[in-house]
């Protein structure tokens, strides 16, 4: 979405320097996201800009403005970060420590998707399973001789495991057979790609580039196809996360407290949503759950789950106009009233039903399609639909 990618940043911009999270600065971030979010939904004005972030699925701007703080702090191991109240823990954060080994050391590293016959070969793997991570690599010479199981710390992600579980298997090969001609299989294309990075910033990618040489092929291959070499060590790294205590101690990927910050925010924002005080309890009715995946961005279909909209209700609660419509059927004539029950747009309803919620009809393509319909007829025909209160003629 063009606003995530180019407008957020632009509005967020080196928010570390400046943000101080004041009521003000919260006030003006808030007004000035409110601008682009009226033009995402085509929505009302009068629209809460509550609602507006809810079907629009973007998150407020000062929790976004309070998490790119936070990551600043992580990043650059500021003290005592913290986010929202909760303090983060910067010092098991994994760190890259640049190596001091001259550009022309480093060596292009090459893999295929061959099988080829081998007097060696090595299979390594990576697994989470319920919470616990691990690594494992089998031997193979040329039948399976051995397994190595690495139990890795909870925090770890299956990328680390991955080339945990090939480093060890370089290690265990410079150590046992040096001189050995040896065929690594892995099904991490991700790891082989970073292997082949330059510059990959990634202690963990160094360490296997410089323990790589002649002796080795990189080979990748697909999970769960039956490679018995694969599912051997698919077993192995399963059985490594179950190990009663931690082997090797890894710090926690940026990216996984990336993730948690998110969920801090998504947190604060639900709760934010679920107040009582808060405005937009109609859409609130609709979206009780805050998501970054939904977005409404059709006009007639924010006035269905804002009651924000051209009805009687809406233009005599912003005293815009006095009206009634003519069918006398309600008291409210709000928005609801003519997507379900109005007498005089019966023929513009095929698979629309007053029993159905508007969340059922958002979930159907074919009553979206028919609420956008009634919705435009309704616009073209007010003069018709709409009864003029008489003092408001005079």
């Not at 629209?47 to 600043?72: F, H, K, N, R, W």
């Not at 990576?126 to 616990?132: A, C, F, I, T, W």
């Not at 697909?222 to 060590?233: R, T």
Request: net charge neutral; with cysteine.
């Amino acid at each position: 979405m063009l606003y995530k990618r180019a407008l957020e940043r632009i509005i967020v911009y080196a928010a570390p320097a400046w943000w101080a999270g004041t009521a003000n600065q919260r006030q003006k971030i808030n007004s000035l996201q409110r601008q682009v979010l009226l033009a995402v939904t085509g929505a009302f004005r009068t629209t809460s800009t509550a609602a507006l972030q809810v079907i629009s699925g973007i998150e407020p701007a000062d929790l976004v403005c309070e998490m790119e703080v936070a990551l600043y702090q992580l990043k650059h191991n500021r003290p005592d970060p913290h986010f929202l109240g909760v303090h983060l823990e910067s010092n098991q954060v994994e760190r890259y420590l640049p190596s001091w080994a001259h550009p022309s050391t480093k060596h292009l590293v090459h893999w295929d998707q061959d099988s080829p016959d081998f007097d060696l070969g090595i299979f390594t793997d990576g697994s989470k399973l319920n919470g616990q991570v691990g690594a494992a690599f089998s031997v193979f010479d040329p039948q399976h001789s051995g397994d190595f199981q690495f139990r890795l710390d909870d925090h770890c992600s299956v990328f680390q495991a991955e080339l945990t579980a090939i480093k060890q298997a370089l290690l265990w090969k410079q150590q046992n057979r040096p001189h050995a001609n040896c065929h690594l299989f892995t099904d991490s294309m991700s790891s082989l790609k970073a292997l082949q990075k330059f510059a990959p910033k990634n202690n963990l990618v160094e360490d296997i580039n410089s323990l790589l040489d002649g002796t080795i092929s990189l080979h990748w291959v697909k999970a769960h196809i039956g490679v018995a070499g694969n599912e051997v060590a698919d077993k192995a790294a399963k059985a490594a996360s179950d190990r009663p205590s931690v082997d090797i101690h890894l710090g926690i990927p940026e990216r996984t407290l990336k993730t948690s910050i998110r969920h801090l925010l998504l947190r604060e924002w639900q709760d934010r949503w679920k107040d009582d005080n808060a405005k937009g309890r109609f859409t609130f009715n609709i979206f009780p759950e805050v998501k970054t995946n939904r977005c409404i961005d059709n006009p007639q279909l924010s006035q269905v789950v804002t009651n924000h909209g051209l009805c009687p209700y809406y233009l005599k609660k912003f005293n815009l106009r006095e009206c009634n419509c003519r069918c006398g059927e309600d008291v409210d004539d709000d928005i609801l009233h003519y997507i379900f029950r109005c007498p005089l747009l019966d023929n513009q309803r095929s698979l629309i039903r007053p029993g159905q919620s508007v969340l059922q009809i958002l979930q159907d393509k074919h009553r979206t399609k028919e609420v956008k319909s009634l919705l435009s007829f309704l616009f073209l025909h007010q003069q018709d639909i709409f009864e003029q209160d008489p003092e408001d003629i005079s």
